[in-house]
């Protein structure tokens, strides 16, 4: 049996079944002038993550996991942005608007592609998705299944946003999910604390919280 410790109890794991899924690292979350920051936030919260999350990207690199990376975007027509999403709020700039990185959230925009620090590499899997939840209207799942994932771990922004909704959509669809916690983020420190609490609550109602250091020994003990 092979274990990472996390709360509320160690996480069982199998080498074959486990990936990383990296949520969002986009642009236009994270840099200056992009979307999160229109929405009146501050990115410099999100930015504090990259060398942790960076850490884990590299460990499963050398260890030769699978790894997932997800952008939030849509189609340049933006036949697949709900009125609901787009007219939510009250951003400086909307989705489909054009921004100093391009249009924002826009699929092959500077802004909705991740960020140079944590670029994939050959191999790794970019799923483009329009939803907060990387299983709506994407081929993630067809994609898990063929390469035999069962289990997550999870990192990225933001925590209660992006990173719980595909942690929730997940669980349900029966993956073992596990959230890197010094590998994630939210532009509202009290968010972030209220979604791990939620994650790990009842016995893992969602799923493991553990740290980088946690994850990496484990799979490499
Ligand atoms: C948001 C995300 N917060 N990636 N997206 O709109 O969490």
Redo the contacts with the bound molecule.
Sequence with gaps: MRLITAQPFDFEFKTSEIALIV??MQRD?VEPGGFGETLGNDVSLLRSIIPKTKELLEGFRELGLPIIHTR?CHKPDLSDLPDAKRDRGNPSLRIGDEGPMGRILVSGEPGADIIPELYPIENEIVIDKPG?GAFYQTDLPQILTKIGIRQLVFAG??TE???QTTMREANDRGFDCILAKDATESYFPEFKKSAIDMIKAQGAIVGWVSSVDEILDGLKS
């Design positions: 949520i969002d979350f939030e907060k922004v933001t946003v992006c990173v």
